[in-house]
C-alpha cells in the first residue's frame, strides 16, 4: 500500500472491524484513558491523525479548543483529508497528536512519526495507542487464517521498540499504560471474571497486556557554540613558544 487507492481498502476493513462489538470495547476502554489524558493537554491545536473515520469520545476533555481530525477518511466528521506520511501542515504548529492506532496499519509507521515530530512545536505531545504483539492478542494472530484479516494482519509494533523510534527522533516517553489482558473475545468482555483478569495484569505482568497508550515529549536541545579549535591553533602559530628547558637554561647561563 503506497498510495490513497491501497489505503480505501485499508481503512473500510478497518472500519468494519472497529464496529464489531469487539472493536467497540476496544475503543471504549481506550477512551476512559485517552479522556483522562486529554484533560493535561494545552496549547492552541490538538490533531487526531487517524484510519478511524469516526470521532472518538475524549477530545472535548482537553482544554484546547482548536481541535483537528486528519487521515484518510473523506466523512463529514474528518476536517483534514491527507495520507498519514504526507501531512500538509507547516513545521512547529501543533501542540499535541493523539495517533488512535495509526501506527499499527499505516503503510510507513516510522515516516508517520517522522511527520509528527516535524508537525510539533518544542515540548509538544504524542498519545500513541496501539496493540501489543506479547500478548494474547498477538497468540491470536498465529490463529489459522487470522494473518489474512484485519485488525491482525496489522504491525502490531512493540512499545519497546516504539520507545527506541520516539527516543531516536528526540521525544522522551513520559508515561506507558498498558490495558486489555483479557483474550479478544467476546464473552471474555462480557464475564465478571476476566476484569479481575485486568487488575491482576496490570498489577503483575503489564507487559502482556493486549492494548498500550504511550506519552511522549518532543524535546528541543539547545546547543552552546564552541569555537572552533582550529581558530585557536592559529593564533598560536603565531607566537613563539619556547620550550621550558631551553628558557631554563637561558637563566641559568645569565
Known amino acids: 500500500m503506497s498510495n490513497g487507492l491501497d489505503y480505501r481498502h485499508q481503512v473500510a476493513?478497518?472500519?468494519?472491524?472497529?464496529?464489531?462489538?469487539?472493536?467497540?470495547?476496544?475503543?471504549?476502554?481506550?477512551?476512559?484513558?485517552?479522556?483522562?489524558?486529554?484533560?493535561?493537554?494545552?496549547?492552541?491545536?490538538?490533531?487526531?491523525?487517524?484510519?478511524?473515520?469516526?470521532?472518538?469520545?475524549?477530545?472535548?476533555?482537553?482544554?484546547?479548543?482548536?481541535?483537528?481530525?486528519?487521515?484518510?477518511?473523506?466523512?463529514?466528521?474528518s476536517e483534514l483529508v491527507t495520507l498519514p506520511e504526507?501531512?500538509?501542515?507547516?513545521?512547529?504548529?501543533?501542540?499535541?497528536?493523539?495517533?488512535?492506532?495509526t501506527l499499527d496499519f499505516v503503510v510507513d509507521p516510522r515516516q508517520v512519526l517522522r511527520e509528527v515530530e516535524r508537525i510539533l512545536i518544542p515540548e509538544g505531545r504524542v498519545i500513541i495507542t496501539g496493540f501489543n504483539p506479547y500478548s494474547l492478542w498477538g497468540l491470536w494472530r498465529l490463529m489459522p487464517g487470522s494473518s489474512r484479516h484485519?485488525?491482525?494482519k496489522g504491525h502490531f509494533i512493540p512499545y519497546a521498540r516504539l520507545h527506541d523510534w520516539l527516543s531516536l527522533l528526540?521525544?522522551?516517553?513520559?508515561?506507558?499504560?498498558?490495558?486489555?489482558?483479557?483474550?479478544?473475545w467476546k464473552?471474555?468482555?462480557?464475564?465478571?471474571?476476566?476484569?479481575?483478569?485486568?487488575?491482576?495484569?496490570?498489577?503483575?505482568?503489564?507487559?502482556?497486556?493486549?492494548?498500550?497508550?504511550?506519552?511522549?515529549?518532543k524535546r528541543v536541545s539547545t546547543l552552546t557554540p564552541v569555537r572552533p579549535r582550529w581558530r585557536l591553533e592559529r593564533k598560536l602559530g603565531k607566537v613563539a613558544v619556547q620550550p621550558l628547558a631551553n628558557c631554563s637554561q637561558g637563566k641559568l647561563e645569565k
Open 187 to 217: 464473552k471474555a468482555f462480557l464475564k465478571q471474571r476476566f476484569p479481575r483478569l485486568d487488575r491482576m495484569g496490570q498489577r503483575f505482568w503489564p507487559w502482556s497486556a493486549g492494548v498500550y497508550v504511550i506519552v511522549a515529549v
Open 170 to 184: 528526540g521525544f522522551d516517553v513520559e508515561q506507558t499504560q498498558t490495558l486489555l489482558f483479557r483474550p479478544p
Open 86 to 101: 504526507q501531512l500538509p501542515l507547516a513545521g512547529d504548529t501543533i501542540d499535541a497528536v493523539v495517533l488512535p492506532h
Open 150 to 152: 484485519l485488525p491482525w
Open 13 to 77: 476493513a478497518l472500519n468494519q472491524w472497529f464496529g464489531t462489538d469487539l472493536g467497540e470495547m476496544v475503543l471504549a476502554q481506550e477512551s476512559l484513558v485517552l479522556q483522562e489524558l486529554a484533560k493535561t493537554l494545552f496549547g492552541y491545536y490538538l490533531l487526531e491523525l487517524g484510519l478511524l473515520c469516526r470521532p472518538l469520545d475524549y477530545m472535548q476533555f482537553s482544554p484546547i479548543r482548536s481541535r483537528v481530525r486528519a487521515g484518510p477518511c473523506h466523512d463529514e466528521h
